[in-house]
Structures are given as C-alpha cells and as structure tokens.
C-alpha cells in the first residue's frame, strides 16, 4: 500500500474485496487533468467541449482502431483517420476530429443531429449522463 497510488483500487489487499470504494490518489487526478486537457466542461446542466490545451500533435497522423466497453457490457470499437482522437464520457466514444468550425453530432441508432458550437444541450446531455444508450456516439468537429 504505497504513498502513491497509480491503480484505481490500490487499498484492496490480495483475496479481499475492495476495501476503499472508488479511486484513489494520482489515478483519479489523471483522470480529471485529462478531461480539462481534452475540455470537457458541465456547466448548468449542459456539457460543452473546448479543449483549449490540447495540442494539435495528440490527434492521429494514420487510421487506428479505438476500442471501447459499451452501456451493455459489450467490446466495441471504431475505426479513427488521421485528424482525429477518441476517448469516452458516460460510456459513450466521443471522436473529435479537426475541423473548420466547432459543431457536434450526436449519433443515435435512428439518426444524426448536428449542432453548431461547442455546447451540447440540456436534452442530450442528459441522455449521456442517464445512459439511456439513445447516444451512441458524438462527434466533436474542433478547429485547432
């Protein structure tokens, strides 16, 4: 049990349950810088993506596969092209990709709905923090 913790559960002891729920230490505050680095904000209920600091050379130079868990458990995953970077919030892959003007499309499995900005809206940004699965995917056009 060091002083400084790098794994989400380093207070759990080999054959026992966790014994500190949640994480702990420097794995919980590289999460959170890494969130502010890629610009992901709540404010008043809405979630907006301006990533202020994040540097141009983090998106892909050539196409990868960006493999994530879905709502239901499952393995999933997406093909990246260059200009682009993934992560997931709430379980759902966000993709940001360089682009001309900030904009985000929401991918659902009936449909896609673009929305100029930076900001996602109320409606929607509860659906994600719900994991309803109606979002399956958001696209963040970022001009860099």
Known sequence: YGAFPTDPYSHTPGG????????TGQV???LISR???????VSDGQLSFVPKILRKE????????FNYITLDNQKASIALEEGTLAFTYCQVPVVYRLGES???TVVTEASTSTIPGTTLGIEWTRELFQRTGKVVRL????VK
Request: charged share 25%; glycine share 12%.
């Open 28 to 30: 919980k505050e590289d």
């Open 58 to 65: 983090e998106f892909l130079t050539a196409s990868k596969t």
């Open 102 to 104: 900030s904009s985000i």
């Open 139 to 142: 696209e963040v056009s970022v």
């Open 16 to 23: 026992k349950g966790a014994q500190q729920p949640g994480m």
């Open 35 to 41: 969130f502010g680095e890629l610009g992901v904000h």
